[in-house]
């Protein structure tokens, strides 16, 4: 499985962007697919989720200015962020995630840089 993130960038606080995440490979064994982050000196943190039956999940912070969206003719998804903060500031990661014989083996893509100014 190959994750491609694209849609990253600079943007002023109470904008707007989205970013992209193209997925190739064995996709048919995904269950999950979403988005993480990482700010600086802090730890990967779960921003949204979209299982294979297309149920989201999302992180308290992001509720109400962020979607995620499956796009399963494209193999895509994508994380419509609205209402930036300055603490959305972070490098945003692809991740697809499959589950066999109990344990997860999670799938990334390359990081793409978030910065919302003030």
């Known amino acids: 499985v190959q994750l491609q993130a694209s849609g990253g960038g600079q943007v002023p606080a109470g904008g707007s962007l989205r970013l992209s995440c193209k997925v190739s490979?064995?996709?048919?064994?995904?269950?999950?697919m979403g988005w993480r982050r990482q700010g600086s000196g802090e730890e990967r943190e779960l921003v949204a989720s979209?299982?294979?039956?297309?149920?989201?999940n999302y992180a308290d912070s992001v509720k109400g200015r962020f979607s995620i969206l499956k796009d399963d003719d494209n193999n895509s998804i994508y994380l419509q962020m609205n209402n930036l903060t300055l603490e959305d500031t972070a490098v945003y990661y692809c991740?697809?995630?499959?589950?066999?014989?109990?344990?997860?083996?999670?799938?990334w893509g390359q990081g793409t840089q978030v910065t919302v100014s003030s």
């Open positions: 991740n697809a995630r499959h589950y066999v014989a109990g344990a997860w083996t999670d799938y």
């Open positions: 979209i299982s294979s039956v297309d149920k989201p």
């Open positions: 490979g064995d996709i048919s064994s995904i269950n999950v």
